[in-house]
């Protein structure tokens, strides 16, 4: 089923006598569901831009390349940096606006300005019974509904089927440069990286790679913004950094782990995309991701988020959310076929409300029904 309108998704949801998989781009197949496919690649395009409002209104089938080149154009930007699960999942299409927001895709600048959710102003949807609803509005200055435009980004369809969505963006910047430390164990990289996220001097990305497509360790830390404070910030970080070793630093750099390309490698995880096995994605407490990154047996590990995300490759099959045992935080199966629930298992009360949440939006139980399992 591909509807080509809001009106049309509205009654094929109303008249569906089974259960329904929501598909958009096709991009990030995460989780297990089952049922006829529903496509909203036709509910795509740009409806509102108004660029000295910092916002834009789309439909949810419209590709992120149509968002991002239309950004562009008046130099601005998706802040939070959205993640591309091609590369790491194998798959073809465009990403949509839809699936970014529905499973609050975010990259590593989500440490400095908050995720896709905390962008978010409004969003239109039909739920399980095919009603259609809107909550929140176009601007910040009218956001009624605003909490439950929050509770929609990443819950993955389950409480709704996305039509439109309306987004604050903000402006581009000048320039970007990236501080590196070599050779670092985990420990110590995580140490820096805490550093430096405290420091005054806003770092909007801090990443950790064991083991770089370099060989060595290599630790990043990101500074944006216009090209003199850039190198200003860069230098005081390297001075900052220097009991952790001596740093190098990339000011405008094309190529190379500095550059651009080299902080899509960390956004996207690319260095597991050609790599045989499961890859999980562990949100922890930065400073037990090392320990509890120790007690993975995964194959390999890259940091992000100064710590607090984790990125593992493990053999196919590998229980990892078993192996590190409780921790604050949770792990999701974002590659692979362990037979295990891809989304970490919720305590006992809350549970309870996402069931009740559920039952309320989706009362037949027909949208992505599984995916959370």
Known sequence: MTPKTEAELAEMIAAANGPLRIKGGGTRPIGRTTGEELRTSSLSGISLYEPGALTIVAG??????????????????????????????GTT?????????????SGPRRIA????????????????????????????????????VKLMTGAYGTLGVLTEVSLKVLPDVETM????????????????????????????????????????PLTMIRVEGFEASVTYRAQKLRDLLNGYGDAEIAVGATEGPGSAEGWKWVR???????????????????????????????????????????????????????????????????RGIADVPVFQPEPPALATLTKGLRAKFDPRGILNPGIMT
Not at 95 to 104: E, H, K, S
């Open 60 to 89: 949810a089938g419209t590709p992120l390349s149509d968002i991002e080149k239309t950004l562009a154009k008046e130099n601005q930007r998706l802040a939070f940096e959205p993640m591309d699960h091609r590369p790491l999942l």
């Open 93 to 105: 299409g465009e990403p949509t606006l839809g699936g970014m927001a529905a499973a609050n895709v």
């Open 113 to 148: 300005v908050g995720a896709c959710r905390d962008f978010m102003l409004g969003v239109r949807r039909v739920d399980g019974a095919g009603t259609i609803i809107k909550n929140g509005g176009r601007v910040m200055k009218n956001v009624t509904g605003y909490d439950l």
């Open 177 to 216: 440069g990236t501080v590196m430390l070599h050779g670092l164990p985990d420990d110590r990289a995580i140490a820096a990286l805490s550093t430096a996220l405290g420091s005054p001097f806003e770092a909007t990305g801090a990443a950790h790679f064991p083991k770089s497509k370099f060989g060595e």
């Open 268 to 334: 996207d995880a690319a260095a597991f995309a050609d790599q045989p096995g499961d890859v999980w994605r562990v949100s922890v407490k930065p400073s037990e991701a090392a320990a509890i990154a120790a007690r993975m047996s995964a194959n390999a590990v890259q940091y992000d988020w100064g710590g607090g995300l984790i990125w593992a490759l493990a053999d196919a099959g590998h229980d990892l959310r078993g192996a590190i045992g409780p921790f604050d935080g949770h792990a999701t199966l974002i």
